[in-house]
């Protein structure tokens, strides 16, 4: 859906005078030093997916806003491309003409600033409704798409309010809604809720969560805060003066840091809040098999007995033999049997403590109705340790 290739971005004039210190490694403050230009990005590449949210993260002047700011034009590229998915396929923004890059602007991408951006004079309907009248839709049209997207994000009563009388909260959401209205793909969101109290921050994080639920835009967002990144992110990418140093899932930033610096900023992550069920399995073809039984433990005597289905498998413990149950996010983990259970790839690290507590064994997990690994409590342990599982 968007790619970005190999971007530097300089700052200053003549920029391209940086580029043979770039390809030397100079460092951002070495060019500075010796040409009075700042290295807001030097080789940046970053593929985002369809439906995907990425996380641009990092701390301040790492780089993050300006490389997002380059996808829609408002940054201009000294080296590299930004490659957007159009209707021909695979495009460089750099290579269209100003009536191409506009038409993309109104149609293909949008961007949801962190102050808000609303036009105090106009109400909260005629905000939103400013980008589909600049497109020329037909006022009917621009009328229904303003009080649907209003309703999705719980606005509809302050339609005719000025953003003067709305709460910061409320102001982000309507810029979201205006944002949405324009009904495009790529979603760019700079910081949005940097400005507002934790509250209102995590409600608006859980509403982003809910609308992409039924939208399934693609979203770059950037943001400093790393809890953020890891409740919102199916990838993130942390950026250090300039440069990417780490672009990995939620899980992976946290259990496996590529250097110091990201090792550095997950210090202090409680990974049961993070990591998931598909992070900690070990893969079932990677247990060792005996008469037509996986091995979960030889210490323990613990086998598990596949089934045609899920459901139908069998842990032998001993010479007993138990049944598994079906476990589904939401569900109180007291209702659950002494037994093993089934889980998702996509439950919490937090619920698998929990569920392996409350039923005294391990848990399978299953992906769209296959049985992908294991979980026991090695995998567990050596999660919150920060270690790759070692056969026991």
Same mark, same amino acid.
């Given at each position: 859906m968007i790619e970005f290739k190999d971007v530097d971005v300089v700052f200053g004039k003549n920029p391209e005078r940086a580029i043979p210190l770039l390809d030397k490694g100079m460092s951002r403050s070495d060019i500075l030093d010796k040409t009075g230009l700042t290295a807001g990005v030097r080789n940046a590449s970053l593929s985002v997916a369809k439906g995907e949210i990425c996380v641009l993260m990092g701390l301040s002047g790492s780089g993050k806003s300006s490389l997002l700011r380059t996808a829609n034009g408002l940054?201009?590229?000294?080296?590299?491309?930004?490659?957007?998915?159009?209707? %021909?396929?695979?495009?460089?923004?750099?290579?269209?003409?100003?009536?191409?890059?506009?038409?993309?602007?109104?149609?293909?991408?949008?961007?949801?600033? %962190?102050?808000?951006?609303?036009?105090?004079?106009?109400?909260?309907? %005629?905000?939103?409704?400013?980008?589909?009248?600049?497109?020329?839709?037909?006022?009917?049209?621009?009328?229904?798409?303003?009080?649907?997207?209003?309703?999705?994000?719980?606005?509809?009563?302050?339609?005719?309010?000025?953003?003067?009388?709305?709460?910061?909260?409320?102001q982000q959401r309507v810029g979201l809604a205006r944002a949405l209205a324009m009904e495009t793909d790529i979603i760019l969101m700079d910081e949005p809720f940097s400005a507002l109290d934790p509250l209102i921050r995590n409600q608006l994080q859980d509403e982003l969560l809910r609308l992409q639920q039924q939208l399934q835009k693609t979203v770059v967002f950037v943001s400093h805060d790393l809890d953020e990144a890891l409740k919102l992110g199916n990838h993130i990418a942390i950026m250090k003066d300039g440069e990417i140093v780490q672009h990995d899932t939620p899980e992976n930033i946290v259990l496996n840091p590529a250097d110091d610096y990201v090792r550095n900023f997950v210090a202090h992550t409680n990974p049961v809040e993070v990591v998931k069920a598909n992070a900690l399995l070990r893969p079932l073809g990677e247990l060792p098999m005996v008469n037509d039984e996986y091995c979960l433990s030889r210490r323990h005597d613990y086998w598990l007995k596949p089934g045609e289905t899920p459901l139908s498998c069998r842990v032998r413990y001993g010479s007993q033999e138990h049944a598994f149950q079906q476990w589904s996010p939401g569900q109180t983990v007291e209702t659950l049997l002494k037994q093993p259970s089934l889980v998702n790839t996509n439950t919490l690290m937090k619920d698998v403590m929990e569920i392996r507590y409350h039923t005294g064994h391990g848990m399978l997990v299953v992906d769209q109705d296959s049985v992908v690994g294991y979980i026991g409590d090695k995998d567990i342990y050596h999660a919150m340790l920060g270690k790759l599982f070692e056969e026991d």
């Amino acid at each position: 859906m968007i790619e970005f290739k190999d971007v530097d971005v300089v700052f200053g004039k003549n920029p391209e005078r940086a580029i043979p210190l770039l390809d030397k490694g100079m460092s951002r403050s070495d060019i500075l030093d010796k040409t009075g230009l700042t290295a807001g990005v030097r080789n940046a590449s970053l593929s985002v997916a369809k439906g995907e949210i990425c996380v641009l993260m990092g701390l301040s002047g790492s780089g993050k806003s300006s490389l997002l700011r380059t996808a829609n034009g408002l940054n201009p590229i000294t080296r590299g491309e930004v490659l957007l998915e159009t209707d %021909q396929g695979m495009q460089s923004f750099l290579a269209l003409s100003e009536a191409e890059k506009r038409k993309v602007r109104m149609e293909r991408i949008t961007m949801v600033f %962190q102050k808000f951006a609303l036009m105090p004079w106009l109400t909260v309907a %005629q905000n939103v409704a400013f980008g589909l009248e600049q497109k020329g839709l037909e006022k009917k049209h621009i009328r229904d798409r303003v009080m649907h997207q209003l309703d999705l994000v719980g606005l509809t009563q302050w339609a005719k309010m000025r953003p003067s009388e709305l709460s910061g909260g409320m102001q982000q959401r309507v810029g979201l809604a205006r944002a949405l209205a324009m009904e495009t793909d790529i979603i760019l969101m700079d910081e949005p809720f940097s400005a507002l109290d934790p509250l209102i921050r995590n409600q608006l994080q859980d509403e982003l969560l809910r609308l992409q639920q039924q939208l399934q835009k693609t979203v770059v967002f950037v943001s400093h805060d790393l809890d953020e990144a890891l409740k919102l992110g199916n990838h993130i990418a942390i950026m250090k003066d300039g440069e990417i140093v780490q672009h990995d899932t939620p899980e992976n930033i946290v259990l496996n840091p590529a250097d110091d610096y990201v090792r550095n900023f997950v210090a202090h992550t409680n990974p049961v809040e993070v990591v998931k069920a598909n992070a900690l399995l070990r893969p079932l073809g990677e247990l060792p098999m005996v008469n037509d039984e996986y091995c979960l433990s030889r210490r323990h005597d613990y086998w598990l007995k596949p089934g045609e289905t899920p459901l139908s498998c069998r842990v032998r413990y001993g010479s007993q033999e138990h049944a598994f149950q079906q476990w589904s996010p939401g569900q109180t983990v007291e209702t659950l049997l002494k037994q093993p259970s089934l889980v998702n790839t996509n439950t919490l690290m937090k619920d698998v403590m929990e569920i392996r507590y409350h039923t005294g064994h391990g848990m399978l997990v299953v992906d769209q109705d296959s049985v992908v690994g294991y979980i026991g409590d090695k995998d567990i342990y050596h999660a919150m340790l920060g270690k790759l599982f070692e056969e026991d």
